[in-house]
Nanobody, 120 residues
Framework: QVHVVESGGGLVQAGGSLRLSCAASGSIFSINAMGWYRQAPGKQRDLVARITSGGSTNYADSVKGRFTISRDNAKNTVYLQMNSLKPEDTAVYYC??????????????WGQGTQVTVSS
């Protein structure tokens, strides 16, 4: 069982910043990638940013230049630094951890989500 816990969400004014954290623990043999996804009410859950074990990153076009994803492999933790926040960034942000177990089975685990609200 893999446990994924997000933190750092909150209420911020437009133009402000937040830093989200996501820590993975449990039965992890290796982490292939960690990423942040977000879902606004009535919308689908979409990729925000993702980082692989090798350090390659992907960002949604809407957050490029404003958000930065980083990781601390020793802590099995990923961060999302969000700057210049816009009201359109308001959503529940979910952490996804893509892992392999000892038998090379791949699966994804999700956190419970953390609310980010950006006021205008």
């Amino acid at each position: 069982q893999v446990h994924v816990v997000e933190s750092g969400g909150g209420l911020v004014q437009a133009g402000g910043s937040l830093r989200l954290s996501c820590a993975a623990s449990g039965s992890i043999f290796s982490i292939n990638a960690m990423g942040w996804y977000r879902q606004a009410p009535g919308k689908q859950r979409d990729l925000v940013a993702r980082i692989t074990s090798g350090g390659s990153t992907n960002y949604a076009d809407s957050v490029k230049g404003r958000f930065t994803i980083s990781r601390d492999n020793a802590k099995n933790t990923v961060y999302l630094q969000m700057n210049s926040l816009k009201p359109e960034d308001t959503a529940v942000y979910y952490c996804r951890v893509d892992v392999s177990n000892f038998f090379s089975a791949d699966f994804a685990s999700w956190g419970q989500g953390t609310q980010v609200t950006v006021s205008s």
